[in-house]
T-cell receptor, first 115, second 112 residues
Framework: DGGITQSPKYLFRKEGQNVTLSCEQN?????MYWYRQDPGQGLRLIYY???????QKGDIAEGYSVSREKKESFPLTVTSAQKNPTAFYLC??????????????FGDGTRLSIL | QKEVEQDPGPLSVPEGAIVSLNCTYS??????FMWYRQYSRKGPELLMY????GNKEDGRFTAQVDKSSKYISLFIRDSQPSDSATYLC????????????FGGGTRLMVKP
């Protein structure tokens, strides 16, 4: 089945540690996105990528990094510089077009907590 | 003021009720409107996608867009306990590619 796979489902981070969240899609979508979801705050955009080897900062990129070496994959690293990383992280993808706005499709998220 | 406002709820209704969920927005450039359903500990699932003003129906769900009032609605007929979830509205403007602007979500509880 086509879809977006995020792993792991739960992740724990120690102080000073970097952790990487995986996102893989087999929808043949060009664009991929990372969001952070906190209770009562909706979804906030961290990074997005419209094409391989290119990505842009979203609204809350500080303390995070990404790479886009393959069309199917868009991993997110939460660095030690992110002082409040506890949240639910969602990856999404969409067709990238210049014209009609396309909806995004989401994975089932990774819940990151601090040890 | 947020670009997209959505009452956080929770909204509690009895099974079989008609549910009305709403969002208001301030950016007149929004042209594409979506509703997502999100179950606890899951990712959002696309329910409805509409362009510009008008209505769209899919089974028990009807999406309505009123651009003159900057107001969108999602109606759920014959609500079921399985409809209990958080509903997120999202919008794309005509000059922002595929960048979504989300409402904060409304939590719906349908009681048997």
């Amino acid at each position: 089945d086509g879809g977006i796979t995020q792993s792991p489902k739960y992740l724990f981070r120690k102080e000073g540690q970097n952790v990487t969240l995986s996102c893989e899609q087999n929808l043949n979508h060009d664009a991929m996105y990372w969001y952070r979801q906190d209770p009562g705050q909706g979804l906030r955009l961290i990074y997005y990528s419209q094409i391989v080897n290119d990505f842009q900062k979203g609204d809350i990129a500080e303390g995070y990094s990404v790479s886009r070496e393959k069309k199917e994959s868009f991993p997110l690293t939460v660095t030690s510089a992110q002082k409040n990383p506890t949240a639910f992280y969602l990856c999404a993808s969409s067709i990238a077009t210049r014209g009609q706005g396309q909806p995004q499709h989401f994975g089932d998220g990774t819940r990151l907590s601090i040890l | 003021q947020k670009e997209v406002e959505q009452d956080p709820g929770p909204l509690s209704v009895p099974e079989g009720a008609i549910v009305s969920l709403n969002c208001t927005y301030s950016n007149s450039a929004f042209q594409y409107f979506m509703w997502y359903r999100q179950y606890s500990r899951k990712g959002p699932e696309l329910l409805m996608y509409t362009y510009s003003s008008g209505n769209k129906e899919d089974g028990r769900f009807t999406a309505q867009v009123d651009k003159s009032s900057k107001y969108i609605s999602l109606f759920i007929r014959d609500s079921q306990p399985s409809d209990s979830a958080t509903y997120l509205c999202a919008m794309i403007s005509n000059n922002a590619g595929n960048m979504l602007t989300f409402g904060g979500g409304t939590r719906l509880m349908v009681k048997p």
